[in-house]
């Protein structure tokens, strides 16, 4: 959620800097709306004052004897029109709150404007492979070597499911160990976040209310209203992003790193074409995220460092890939700057990403009440949030799968997942 001091002293700043989401907005009405009820809590405070001199006013005058029925009948209407008066308020606290929610985040000031086409490719690791032989896709190779069966997952579960089968379940289950060892000796904390979360988390991570169809909601008491809903998690972000709502962390304790596994569920509208085919998207796939609650002054060289984070993975799985710096209109709604790690997929001609590291500044942290207690200033202070994959498999495990295949349809297995895997080479049944 956007400041709104911000908002009431530079409106045109604002909205010019949303324009580089390609997102307009008019600040007018609320801003109206805004005026009015700081009026009408001036006129409420006003009241009370009244009220509280009167009530300490009337036994005074009750001890000498004198009339007080006129007094009492001011308290009457004094309660009446307080009463009133916040009844007007509380009606333009949920249009500026539902106006303000509905707001993107802010994208960071060396963030280009415009949408994807204005990506930018700032480096790369490895070549592209080269083939001495007619390559195969991921989907025949899987098929071949029995790691994946599609027919039974879409049985399962519909299309967008597959079901891992034995080296296939092992190379999945190696890759999550690899990501989880390297992140503990980084030193990030380990956490194994509920999987069924509530509308609060998904409003704190700034997916709510805009995005609440991208979910997989369950089944509630529709006479409880939609903070009573529930849905399965999309990320592991939404459930660490909301570890510390509504908390005051101590400075000292700062930064604070953490990391969780957990299945993404996810409706992923938009079908499922010939281009993306196989595992490169789909309902369920398996991620570890990396996020951190940082110092505001801090919280770019944090994700700078989850991005190096992210393509050390990369680089020990001796994957070809490229880092991107998406435009202000690719970045998602609550971000303020995204990095993404692009995976190069030879059988679809194009990287995909693998990770999305991004920093959130202070949006996620001001929509879930998740401030510190700064040692300098003695003030409660708003955090600075942060994201990372590190890393989502769906697309990891096709790449492996076509940049190391082999003329005889196997497929070398990278060194450190051997272990998990048992094999350095996958060959076909």
């Not at 027919?151 to 160990?177: I, S, T």
């Not at 009573?228 to 000292?252: G, K």
């Not at 194009?350 to 929509?367: G, L, P, T």
Request: net charge neutral; aromatic share 10%.
């Amino acid at each position: 959620m956007l400041d709104i001091q911000l908002i009431r002293s530079n409106p045109t700043a604002v909205a010019t800097a949303l324009k580089k989401k390609l997102f307009d907005v008019d600040f007018k009405e609320f801003l109206t709306w805004d005026e009015e009820a700081r009026r009408l809590t001036n006129d409420v405070e006003a009241l009370r004052a009244r009220r509280n001199k009167v009530s300490a006013d009337i036994p005074q005058l009750k001890k000498k004897g004198e009339d007080v029925a006129g007094l009492m009948q001011e308290m009457k209407e004094i309660g009446n029109r307080i009463k009133a008066i916040e009844d007007e308020k509380t009606g333009l606290d949920q249009k500026i709150n539902a106006f303000l929610a509905s707001l993107p985040n802010m994208p960071a000031e060396d963030v280009v404007a415009g949408g994807k086409e204005n990506n930018k490719v700032i480096r790369s690791f490895g070549n592209q492979p080269n083939f001495g032989f007619k390559p195969k896709d991921h989907v025949e190779l899987a098929a071949k070597l029995g790691l994946i069966d599609y027919e039974r997952g879409a049985k399962l579960g519909g299309n967008g499911f597959w079901v891992y089968n034995g080296d296939g379940a092992l190379l999945e289950w190696g890759l999550l160990n690899y990501f989880i060892d390297s992140h503990r000796k980084a030193g990030y904390q380990f956490i194994l976040p509920p999987h069924i979360l509530n509308y609060q988390g998904g409003f704190t991570a700034g997916q709510f209310p805009k995005f609440e169809d991208d979910v997989f909601v369950l089944r509630g008491d529709p006479d409880k209203g939609k903070e009573h809903l529930q849905f399965l998690v999309p990320t592991a972000e939404t459930a660490l992003v909301n570890l510390h709502r509504d908390e005051i962390l101590n400075d000292s304790d700062l930064p604070k790193r953490y990391f969780s596994y957990t299945p993404c569920y996810r409706k992923e509208a938009g079908g499922y074409g010939s281009t993306e085919r196989g595992m490169v998207r789909g309902h369920q796939f398996n991620k570890i995220e990396l996020f951190m609650y940082a110092r505001p002054e801090e919280s770019d060289a944090m994700l700078e460092q989850m991005i190096e984070r992210g393509e050390k993975l990369m680089q020990g799985l001796g994957l070809h890939y490229q880092v991107s710096k998406l435009a202000a209109a690719d970045c998602s709604a609550s971000m303020a700057k995204t990095y993404d790690i692009e995976v190069w997929i030879p059988s679809m001609n194009v990287y995909k990403e693998v990770s999305s590291a991004s920093n959130a500044r202070d949006y996620q942290a001001r929509r879930g009440g998740m401030r510190y207690k700064d040692a300098r200033s003695g003030k409660n202070t708003y955090l600075h949030t942060l994201n990372a994959s590190g890393l989502a498999t769906s697309r990891l495990f096709p790449a492996i799968l076509e940049q190391f295949q082999q003329a005889d349809g196997s497929v070398r297995v990278p060194e450190v997942l051997q272990a998990w895997v048992g094999k350095d080479v996958l060959k076909p049944r």
